[in-house]
Every structure is written in structure tokens, then in C-alpha cells.
Nanobody, 123 residues
Framework: QVQLVESGGGLVQAGGSLRLSCAASGLTFSSYVMGWFRQAPGKEREFVGA????????YYGDSVKGRFTISRDNAKNTVYLQMNSLKPEDTALYYCAAGTDWGQRLAGAYEYWGQGTQVTVSS
């Protein structure tokens, strides 16, 4: 079965950095667009960004543009989220997701999801 497993979350001070990883199995990884989403308590799931099948293209949500970078290693079936200049408002549970359509920002467009990794940014 398909599994997406996120890791790398934790507690960091404002202005710091974290790198999240998402290891995929049970699917042809290079055939999927990989996205990152986040959800804070009491809020809707928010699109963070996505990366194309080969990794040559990315796009991001406005709240993280210029601070977060997505990359992927198809040989390792892994997608990464590098988060810099973190702010307290970045505190959330971060999910990776796999989908087949490019340009999607809605959670419903993604087929497979991980269980999430918590990121907490202290002020």
C-alpha cells in the first residue's frame, strides 16, 4: 500500500530553519506531483507548495513564498521542505501529499497523504 512518512518536525525559535522530509513507498514516485500542506489548530488545511514530477518546477502559497523551498530526490523517493526565516504563525502540523495533476492548491486534488509532522515556532 502507499505510504508517505514525514519527518524532521520539531521546536525552533523564530528566525530559525527546519528541513522536513517525506519518504514515499508503494507508488511510482516520479509519476506524482508532491505537495506540502499545513494545518494549525482551529484552521483549515493550507497549501504550502508543490513540486513537479521531475522536480524542475515548483510553486508556493503566498504566506511562505521566498522563505520555503521544496525539492525532491526521485532516486530516494523523498520530497523535502526547507523552511527558513520561520515565524510563530508557521506553527502547524505539516503534511506531504501525492497527486497526479499539476497546479493544484486544493487538498482534495491530492490522492495520498502522510500522517503529518509537527512544527512549532516559538517567539
Amino acid at each position: 500500500q502507499v505510504q508517505l512518512v514525514e519527518s524532521g518536525g520539531g521546536l525552533v525559535q523564530a528566525g530559525g530553519s527546519l528541513r522536513l522530509s517525506c519518504a514515499a513507498s508503494g507508488l511510482t514516485f516520479s509519476s506524482y506531483v508532491m505537495g506540502w500542506f499545513r494545518q494549525a489548530p482551529g484552521k483549515e488545511r493550507e497549501f504550502v507548495g508543490a513540486i513537479s514530477w521531475s522536480g524542475t518546477s515548483t510553486y508556493y502559497g503566498d504566506s511562505v513564498k521566498g522563505r520555503f523551498t521544496i525539492s525532491r530526490d526521485n532516486a530516494k523517493n523523498t520530497v523535502y521542505l526547507q523552511m527558513n526565516s520561520l515565524k510563530p504563525e508557521d506553527t502547524a502540523l505539516y503534511y506531504c501529499a501525492a497527486g497526479t495533476d499539476w497546479g493544484q492548491r486544493l487538498a482534495g486534488a491530492y490522492e495520498y497523504w502522510g500522517q503529518g509532522t509537527q512544527v512549532t515556532v516559538s517567539s
